[in-house]
């Protein structure tokens, strides 16, 4: 079992940058891979970014590519989302999330999410 929780969120202006923090505890946390998605008022959540446990690997949704970059320290068990460029439309709750390294399989751990607002 891993747990997640994430901080950092906040209230920002457009073109301005935040960091998401994700800590993991439980189980192998070493050996996970993390992602982080999103949900804006009224849609579906949706992908950010996801990086292997190895961080050798990483993945962008189009529309943050570019201005966000995930990362991790293994060894303090952490996950980041520096978001850089932010526009209104980043608006969202961001969850992190987490499967076992190497998986496929849909991610069966989540954090509770952090809201960042993005104001015009």
């Known amino acids: 079992q891993v747990q997640l929780v994430e901080s950092g969120g906040g209230l920002v202006q457009a073109g301005g940058s935040l960091r998401l923090s994700c800590a993991a505890s439980?189980?192998?946390?070493?050996?996970?891979?993390v992602a982080w998605f999103r949900q804006a008022p009224g849609k579906e959540r949706e992908f950010v970014a996801r990086?292997?446990?190895?961080?050798?690997?990483?993945y962008y949704a189009n529309s943050v590519k570019g201005r966000f970059t995930i990362s991790r320290d293994n060894a303090n068990h952490k996950a980041y989302l520096q978001m850089n460029s932010l526009k209104p439309e980043d608006t969202a709750v961001y969850y992190c999330?987490?499967?076992?390294?190497?998986?496929?399989?849909?991610?069966?751990?989540w954090g509770q999410g952090t809201q960042v607002t993005v104001s015009s």
């Open positions: 439980g189980r192998s946390t070493s050996s996970i891979d």
């Open positions: 999330a987490a499967r076992p390294a190497g998986s496929y399989a849909a991610y069966a751990y």
């Open positions: 990086l292997s446990w190895s961080s050798s690997t990483t």
